[in-house]
């Protein structure tokens, strides 16, 4: 398997996948279709017990979503589109993996907002250095986390915290996404490769009977909140044609579409507020 946005790597059961989509580590339509294939290959491979993702760029694990490809996709009818009105394709492509027989893994030392938040919440087990930056932008834009981010946190670590999450807008570093329960647990960079990949050793020696058996007890449990999942990303696909509908929601995304580069992505929350506010759109 070779692709253009991710680089992989096998050692033995571990598949070792980083996100290598220079010079942001975008989450573009490429990337999005690139994960729906891999996916695809895994959920048939028998010899992939596990997947860590980490990133070929120093500073961003996944920046965002693309938000010239966010507007490619609500016009060009050639973009691939979900099947089913309630869940668009980003939510699609979460829950795919999500559901997977593996065991899944994400190494984050660097930036992680937006759609690569989402795509995180998505993933089994996730740790992250103290320095990285965990954030939710899209309220100060305007609209929301559409791609099953807003419902997979309120999920994941309560409502009361997924709130000021969401709506504060701001950059969490590793150490309060773990309080916060959005990463296992933050460890420091000179540490947290060891600590994974001796992880990823110890569970792919584990039988495939074990992790199944595993796998299938959290799904019963998980079982009980999946009406509320599906219902949540309902919600977060209205309010996302409804907001995304609003003129100068558009403009202020276009603005920023504009700013995609390395000096105003590092400090994303300020190049946003720079912009101006929405508190009056509608």
């Given at each position: 398997m070779t692709y253009k946005t991710l680089a992989l790597r096998r050692e033995g059961r571990i598949l070792h996948v980083d996100f290598d989509n220079a010079p942001l580590n975008l989450m573009t339509i490429e990337?999005?279709?690139?994960?729906?294939?891999?996916?695809?290959?895994?959920?048939?491979?028998?010899?992939?017990?596990?997947?860590?993702?980490?990133?070929?760029?120093?500073?961003?694990?996944?920046?965002?979503?693309?938000?010239?490809?966010?507007?490619?996709?609500?016009?060009?009818?050639?973009?691939?589109?979900?099947?089913?009105?309630?869940?668009?394709v980003v939510q699609a492509l979460?829950?795919?993996?999500?559901?997977?027989?593996?065991?899944?893994?994400?190494?984050?030392d660097g930036i992680c907002r937006g759609a690569g938040l989402e795509f995180l919440l998505a993933t089994h087990m996730r740790f992250a250095t103290p320095e990285s930056r965990l954030c939710f932008p899209e309220a100060s834009g305007g609209f929301l986390p559409?791609?099953?981010?807003?419902?997979?946190?309120?999920?994941?670590?309560?409502?009361?915290?997924?709130?000021?999450?969401v709506l504060s807008s701001r950059d969490?570093?590793?150490?309060?996404?773990?309080?916060?329960?959005?990463?296992?647990?933050?460890?420091?960079?000179?540490?947290?490769?060891?600590?994974?990949?001796?992880?990823?050793?110890?569970?792919?020696?584990r039988s495939a009977g074990s992790v199944a058996a595993v796998n299938e007890v959290f799904t019963k449990v998980h079982n009980s909140a999946v009406d509320a999942q599906f219902s949540g990303f309902g919600v977060e696909n209205n309010a996302m044609r409804t907001l995304l509908a609003i003129p100068a929601v558009q403009e202020h995304l276009r603005k920023l579409a504009g700013l995609q580069d390395v000096e105003h992505e590092l400090d994303l929350p300020a190049t946003i507020a720079a912009q101006g506010d929405l508190t009056t759109a509608k």
């Open positions: 990337m999005v279709g690139e994960l729906f294939d891999l996916a695809g290959q895994l959920v048939f491979d028998r010899e992939t017990s596990v997947v860590v993702f980490g990133s070929a760029n120093p500073e961003f694990f996944l920046a965002h979503f693309d938000l010239n490809d966010l507007f490619r996709a609500m016009s060009d009818p050639n973009v691939p589109q979900s099947k089913y009105d309630d869940i668009n979460t829950t795919m993996w999500e559901a997977l027989p593996q065991v899944t893994i994400s190494l984050v559409t791609g099953g981010g807003t419902t997979r946190l309120a999920l994941q670590i309560g409502p009361a915290r997924a709130r000021e999450v969490f570093d590793g150490e309060e996404a773990a309080a916060y329960g959005i990463v296992n647990r933050a460890l420091p960079a000179d540490d947290i490769c060891d600590y994974v990949d001796d992880l990823a050793q110890r569970l792919a020696a």
